[in-house]
């Protein structure tokens, strides 16, 4: 028995998020779909994280175990021709019995896009946030460094979580600017649920004004969800990478 690590990148438009669901088409489904086609084997995939409905990843680590004697390298050429064109593999490779795609995770890294202009993009409707309002980037670079370094994020967690610990630490946090292509990048040791959409959202009320750059310390050590902005829409974010 073989315990095989997987990097895909997938587009989720189509899909109720990574995990598998009864009444739902995943990711996760169709990736087992597939690999049980190539192996013959009812295949169980661990993923690294749990994107929602319409979250992206370039960079998606997940681990299933196999008897399958097909070689790492061919796989992934064996997948693509099962997979939808939205799902790709990357690349594959043999890993320690006991590796585990979310445990092992040392931390990862996303990448929150925003449109900021008065119309929306109809190119860019599925992977970007539309942002209409005036942005001031400065102001929303100066609010990120209150959020780097290890704090308790309870104000950004979705309510109805179940965690208990909410202290993560957030390695870096940057806003950067090209035309009317706003990039919020973010990586940390991990992410309570929509933490970084709620982080994104905080920022974009930043940049307009609602909330102040002073405010986001209080707002952090209130630890309460109702002072924090908005949950920014899913299609703007990306897992970009996982760090193990």
Not at 30 to 49: A, P, Q, R
Not at 132 to 146: E, G, H, S, T
Request: aromatic share 12%; net charge neutral.
């Amino acid at each position: 028995m073989r315990n095989l690590m997987l990097t895909i990148e997938y587009d989720g438009t189509n899909y109720h998020g990574w995990q598998r669901q009864d009444n739902a088409v995943t990711v996760q489904e169709m990736l087992e779909k597939s690999l049980k086609k190539i192996t013959k084997e009812d295949i169980t995939v661990t993923g690294c994280s749990r994107t929602d409905t319409g979250v992206h990843a370039l960079a998606f680590v997940c681990n299933f175990y196999t008897q399958s004697n097909i070689p790492v390298d061919k796989l992934p050429y064996a997948l693509n021709s099962i997979l939808p064109d939205d799902i790709v593999a990357l690349e594959c490779k043999e890993v320690p019995q006991e590796f585990h795609a979310r445990y092992w995770a040392k931390g990862k890294k996303y990448r929150y896009r925003v449109i900021n202009r008065a119309f929306p993009s109809a190119f860019e409707r599925n992977y970007a946030c539309h942002w209409p309002y005036p942005l001031d980037i400065n102001l929303m670079k100066a609010a990120a460094q209150f959020f780097i370094g290890e704090h308790d994020f309870k104000a950004f967690m979705a309510s109805g979580s179940s965690i208990k610990d909410t202290v993560r630490n957030i390695y870096s946090l940057t806003v950067e600017q090209k035309d009317n292509e706003v990039i919020i990048e973010i990586s940390g040791n991990g992410f309570l649920y929509n933490m970084v959409r709620i982080i994104s959202g905080t920022l974009l009320y930043v940049g307009n004004g609602k909330i102040s750059v002073e405010q986001i310390s209080d707002i952090i050590k209130a630890g309460d969800r109702r002072k924090a902005g908005i949950t920014a829409p899913p299609q703007g974010l990306f897992l970009v990478e996982v760090y193990y």
